[in-house]
Nanobody, 126 residues
């Protein structure tokens, strides 16, 4: 599977961005997906995840209430709507695909994801 993330950029504090992740080479609608982020000098951390059907989602504590993960299985695309952005949201954002098909639970551990996009940089200026 190949994942192509896009939509990153420079935004001011309080602004919004929508990230997209287009998948190819796999049956997108049968696998859960997630977003992670990695700030300079720090480890990659969980942001949000969604089940294969889109019926369940979960978020990291730092983004709850501000970010929304969604997917369109007809377009093989995953989204992350980011609102009320803060400087601490600055990072490279990665989309990832779960290794297990038809998993009912959302997946938050990066070790459970086998496929990763190249990342898209989000910079929030203060």
């Amino acid at each position: 599977v190949q994942l192509q993330a896009s939509g990153g950029g420079l935004v001011q504090t309080g602004g919004s961005l929508r990230l997209s992740c287009e998948a190819s080479g796999r049956t997108f609608g049968t696998y859960g997906m997630g977003w992670f982020r990695q700030a300079p000098g720090k480890e990659r951390k969980f942001v949000a995840a969604i089940t294969y059907s889109g019926g369940r989602t979960t978020y990291g504590d730092s983004v709850k209430g501000r970010f929304t993960i969604s997917r369109d299985n007809t377009k093989n695309t995953l989204y992350l709507q980011m609102n009320s952005l803060q400087p601490e949201d600055t990072a490279v954002y990665y989309c990832a695909a779960d290794r297990t098909k038809w998993r009912m639970a959302v997946v938050t551990r990066k070790e459970q994801y086998d496929y990763w996009g190249q990342g898209t940089l989000v910079t929030v200026s203060s």
